[in-house]
């Protein structure tokens, strides 16, 4: 086995030549937190970016920030964090959910996050990492260097490339840098916690809260035997709904206060501010009422959120499942107490208005059985199967990870978050 710790995009693009060179398949690598998603590696040799690390731009006044593929995210939110600053998508750390396999237990880094499109709770107010996106460095499976975008929001005249490349899990190429775009961090933030609703209240509770001026950034609901799971000041282990609001103080204040008028008959409220409430978020974001150090299916589905409740609902007439909520209902996370039972979920999500299921986690065997991402409709298949040729003739980068074979990787990034 063969490993490559490129330093530089050069040396990325070397590494990816001589790979063209050997018909040798590649395995793209940052921390290692995302290793568990998609099916295993279909290759014997890897590019470990995590020597590719550090802040090349930061412009504090202008919201934007560039790095290399290889820093680690929780660098970045420390540094932006002595400005007040955030990276508002809320990038997950799925190194928790993959507490058993990962190396060393370190957390994602920002190559990995974009690659992976895996937003947080605040995606609801702030949009996606795509959203967020100004620009990448490639080096593609041709191993050609080539950029897209750049430092500023409106800078792309054509197709976006920065676009295709978030969330396509390094499978059309390897980012070697990323530029994006920062936002002010909240001044303060509340987080009500109503007790006692079931999934079906729950969902009409925070459909109201985000239908309203209280300008909600978080809305989960978490039930019965989950509430227990996260590091919060939350006690029992009651199904409690949780709505965030974020902002200047007094404007907090304000909003927090037309949320409890609102919400005055829906049960007790409870409320939890600033270090609280951010640790809860954390938890919430990183699935952790799932990560219990075993490979147990864990699956994450988008959907309508109207919907998500009566899914799951159906769902455990069948099979065995836990599950909380994100997104007011529009992102469940579902932990699956044998088998995958892919078939059955996606059968589910299309008779409940349809959305996207992904297998975050099972066993090798179980990833390299079943579709791990949603499986496409025929002609968009066709459609990204020509992308992948275009960007990656012979099929070498991350082969195979996102679909059955190299040559049929899905890369159609927005699909997962488009459901919602």
Same mark, same amino acid.
């Given at each position: 086995?063969?490993? *490559?710790?490129?330093?530089?995009?050069?040396?990325?693009?070397?590494?990816?030549?001589?790979?063209?060179?050997?018909?040798?398949? %590649?395995?793209?690598?940052?921390?290692?937190?995302?290793?568990?998603?998609?099916?295993?590696?279909?290759?014997?040799?890897?590019?470990?970016?995590?020597?590719?690390?550090?802040?090349? &731009?930061?412009?504090?006044?202008?919201?934007?920030?560039?790095?290399?593929?290889?820093? @680690?995210?929780?660098?970045?939110?420390?540094?932006?964090?002595?400005?007040?600053?955030?990276?508002?998508?809320?990038?997950?750390?799925?190194?928790?959910? /993959?507490?058993?396999?990962?190396?060393?237990?370190?957390?994602?880094?920002?190559?990995?996050?974009?690659?992976?499109?895996?937003?947080?709770?605040?995606?609801?107010?702030?949009?996606?990492?795509?959203?967020? $996106?100004?620009?990448?460095?490639?080096?593609?499976?041709?191993?050609?260097?080539?950029?897209?975008? =750049?430092? $500023?929001?409106?800078?792309?005249?054509?197709?976006?490339?920065?676009?295709?490349?978030?969330?396509?899990?390094?499978?059309?190429?390897?980012?070697?840098? %990323?530029?994006?775009?920062?936002?002010?961090?909240?001044?303060?933030?509340?987080?009500?916690?109503?007790?006692?609703?079931?999934?079906?209240?729950?969902?009409?509770?925070?459909? &109201?809260?985000?239908?309203?001026?209280?300008?909600?950034?978080?809305?989960?609901?978490?039930?019965? =035997?989950?509430?227990?799971?996260?590091?919060?000041?939350?006690? =029992?282990?009651?199904?409690?709904?949780?709505?965030?609001?974020?902002? *200047?103080? @007094?404007?907090?204040?304000?909003?927090?206060?037309?949320?409890?008028?609102?919400?005055?008959?829906?049960?007790?409220?409870?409320?939890?501010?600033?270090?609280?409430?951010?640790?809860?978020?954390?938890?919430?974001?990183?699935?952790?009422? *799932?990560?219990?150090?075993?490979?147990?299916?864990?699956?994450?589905?988008?959907?309508?959120?109207?919907?998500?409740?009566?899914?799951?609902?159906?769902?455990?007439?069948?099979?065995?499942?836990?599950?909380?909520?994100?997104?007011?209902?529009?992102?469940?996370?579902?932990?699956?107490?044998?088998? @995958?039972?892919?078939?059955?979920?996606?059968?589910? %999500?299309?008779? /409940?208005?349809? =959305?996207?299921?992904?297998?975050?986690?099972?066993?090798?065997?179980?990833?390299?059985?079943? @579709?791990? *991402?949603?499986?496409?409709?025929?002609?968009?298949?066709?459609?990204?199967?020509?992308?992948?040729?275009? /960007?990656?003739?012979?099929?070498?980068?991350?082969?195979?990870?996102?679909?059955?074979?190299?040559?049929?990787?899905?890369?159609?990034?927005?699909?997962?978050?488009?459901?919602?």
């Amino acid at each position: 086995m063969t490993t *490559f710790l490129p330093f530089t995009a050069n040396d990325v693009a070397t590494a990816v030549q001589w790979a063209i060179s050997e018909d040798a398949p %590649v395995e793209i690598l940052g921390h290692g937190s995302k290793r568990g998603v998609g099916r295993p590696a279909q290759c014997e040799h890897a590019i470990d970016m995590s020597a590719m690390s550090g802040v090349t &731009l930061y412009e504090p006044e202008e919201l934007v920030l560039s790095a290399k593929a290889g820093t @680690p995210v929780a660098d970045i939110e420390r540094l932006l964090a002595q400005h007040n600053q955030q990276l508002a998508f809320e990038p997950m750390d799925c190194s928790r959910l /993959f507490a058993h396999d990962t190396r060393g237990g370190k957390g994602g880094t920002i190559g990995g996050a974009i690659s992976s499109n895996l937003s947080g709770s605040r995606r609801l107010k702030a949009g996606a990492a795509r959203d967020h $996106v100004l620009g990448v460095n490639v080096v593609s499976g041709r191993g050609e260097t080539f950029k897209s975008g =750049g430092r $500023v929001v409106k800078n792309v005249t054509g197709y976006d490339l920065s676009k295709l490349m978030t969330g396509a899990w390094g499978t059309l190429g390897v980012l070697t840098d %990323v530029t994006v775009k920062v936002l002010p961090a909240a001044e303060t933030e509340t987080t009500l916690a109503i007790r006692g609703l079931s999934d079906e209240h729950a969902t009409a509770a925070m459909a &109201l809260a985000m239908g309203s001026s209280a300008e909600v950034s978080g809305a989960a609901h978490l039930p019965y =035997g989950v509430t227990e799971r996260v590091a919060s000041d939350l006690r =029992g282990s009651d199904p409690t709904t949780l709505l965030r609001v974020e902002g *200047f103080g @007094p404007s907090v204040a304000y909003r927090v206060g037309t949320l409890r008028t609102l919400l005055r008959n829906a049960g007790p409220i409870e409320e939890m501010t600033d270090w609280s409430s951010r640790v809860l978020w954390r938890d919430v974001r990183d699935c952790a009422p *799932f990560a219990d150090g075993t490979a147990r299916p864990v699956w994450r589905v988008s959907m309508a959120p109207s919907e998500a409740h009566r899914m799951l609902l159906a769902l455990r007439k069948e099979a065995g499942a836990n599950a909380f909520y994100d997104w007011q209902g529009g992102l469940v996370w579902l932990r699956m107490e044998a088998e @995958p039972e892919a078939e059955l979920l996606r059968r589910l %999500v299309r008779q /409940f208005g349809g =959305g996207h299921a992904t297998l975050m986690r099972a066993s090798p065997a179980w990833r390299a059985a079943v @579709p791990v *991402f949603e499986p496409e409709p025929k002609a968009l298949a066709a459609l990204s199967a020509r992308v992948k040729a275009e /960007f990656d003739p012979k099929g070498l980068i991350n082969p195979g990870r996102m679909a059955g074979s190299a040559n049929s990787d899905t890369v159609t990034p927005a699909t997962e978050e488009s459901a919602s």
